[in-house]
């Protein structure tokens, strides 16, 4: 019986093992019809050999340590064995392990908690849209899209991506002063794919949640990823002043997917950067801000997003699941309140997770990390700042649908409208997880 001893190690230390890791366990038997007895054995054994699984070991807490110990002594005397990383706060690690070196640490190591199978998971833009139910929201038999709304994404810029066609409307550039859009990093092109791609490029898989909005290309950042508060505050002004001179087509919305380490000023209304993007939300504009990328620890959101008035969004993991909310998680790396001044935040939370937006060709990122290219016009990337312009795009449906609202209203009818799973602590899962249909009511009231 090739692999009968893997139907045993499933037997003895199954409440051990996650359940898509045992099926992988399982399906290694193979029963031997027409091979001599002598020689099932040679073959299994050289299938425990040979055989990767990859894993991620959880220990108990309070033996971590002599856990991760005992597991690389294993690992490096096994072949084809690899110990990863190491992640102390959840008390695991990643490793490619054989079965022969899973069977001897199941069997050795009492410290083990669980074995889960490193499955796969990419939260692609179809499925995020869909979970943040933004995709195919009707109002008065008419789809929303955006349209006839315009978000500036604020940040490294915007290359002409085949799903935004004829929609990047204006550019500005406060690092190389050019007046076509480019960019030459890749992030502000990512971020305005999560906002506003059409999908062209992918027969409609990878679309945003306002697939018809315009979008203005703000650079404030250089090709690394990196400005100044100076760079950042002439872009939100320019968005301000963009108002005033062109009042019958202004910006609705700022995605800003940048931030700084916040420190104290005493007071919350003494930083620079809030005072800037609260005088764009006093003037009308809706401001969605990312909360960062500092988590899991408390007092880790960014500047400007600790500002009380703006739209601070968090990440959150839907693991590819759309209708379902049982395995959502708040990602690991997303800024969690208090801010500095003991507000509470974030406000609302987007997915955040293994992203599929749009691809900058060339860009830094673009040739910094080759293996998260899609499909050739896509790019895979994580973190807040890839929910707060999922968050922007669900707001471009929001104006699309009433022009009239406040940003103070659209920033409470998002919170009201939130999907709420668990017994939430305010300051990790903000006002729940988005959703779009909840937020925008079926009739206009204008009283």
């Not at 199954?14 to 099932?40: A, E, G, N, V, W």
């Not at 971020?191 to 306002?210: F, L, T």
């Amino acid at each position: 019986m090739f692999g009968y001893s893997m139907i045993q190690t499933v037997r003895n230390y199954s409440k051990q093992l996650d359940r898509s890791l045992r099926d992988d366990l399982i399906h290694l038997y193979r029963p031997f019809k027409y091979t001599p007895c002598f020689l099932h054995g040679l073959f299994e054994r050289k299938l425990m050999r040979k055989k990767k699984l990859s894993v991620i070991v959880q220990f108990q807490p309070e033996a971590y340590e002599d856990g991760c110990q005992q597991i690389a002594e294993i690992t490096k005397k096994h072949k084809n064995n690899k110990l990863y990383h190491y992640y102390n706060r959840v008390s695991c690690c990643t490793a490619d392990m054989t079965p022969d070196s899973l069977e001897e640490m199941l069997s050795t190591c009492n410290h083990v908690k669980k074995v889960y199978k490193n499955k796969e998971v990419q939260a692609l833009l179809d499925v995020a849209v869909e979970s943040a139910k933004a995709k195919q929201v009707f109002r008065n038999n008419t789809a929303l899209t955006g349209k006839g709304t315009k978000i500036a994404i604020i940040d490294t810029g915007i290359y002409p991506h085949q799903d935004l066609s004829g929609r990047i409307t204006d550019f500005v550039d406060f690092i190389n002063n050019r007046t076509e859009p480019y960019d030459d990093n890749g992030h502000g092109t990512h971020c305005a794919g999560d906002a506003a791609g059409d999908a062209s490029a992918s027969d409609g898989k990878y679309m945003g949640p306002a697939p018809k909005a315009n979008l203005a290309g703000v650079k404030v950042l250089n090709k690394m990823g990196s400005g100044t508060l100076d760079t950042i505050m002439q872009g939100v002004e320019w968005c301000i002043q963009y108002n005033e001179d062109h009042p019958t087509t202004p910006i609705d919305i700022i995605s800003m997917s940048l931030g700084s380490e916040a420190q104290s000023y005493g007071e919350e209304d003494r930083d620079p950067m809030v005072q800037i993007v609260e005088e764009a939300w006093k003037s009308g504009i809706t401001v969605c801000v990312a909360a960062g990328n500092s988590g899991p620890d408390p007092q880790t959101i960014s500047s400007p997003g600790l500002s009380d008035r703006v739209i601070t969004v968090g990440a959150l993991d839907d693991r590819t699941t759309a209708n379902t909310r049982r395995d959502d998680e708040v990602a690991s790396f997303s800024s969690r309140g208090p801010t500095l001044y003991g507000e509470i935040k974030p406000d609302i939370l987007a997915p955040g997770v293994d992203i599929i937006s749009l691809r900058s060709p060339n860009s830094y990122l673009d040739r910094l990390q080759k293996s998260n290219r899609v499909d050739g016009d896509y790019y895979i990337m994580s973190g807040t700042s890839m929910a707060t312009p999922i968050i922007a795009g669900v707001v471009s449906l929001m104006k699309q649908h009433n022009p009239d609202l406040t940003a103070d209203e659209i920033k409470e009818r998002l919170k009201s409208g939130t999907d709420i799973w668990v017994d939430r602590d305010e300051n990790v899962y903000g006002a729940g997880y988005v959703n779009a249909e909840q937020s925008i009511p079926q009739q206009i009231n204008h009283n």
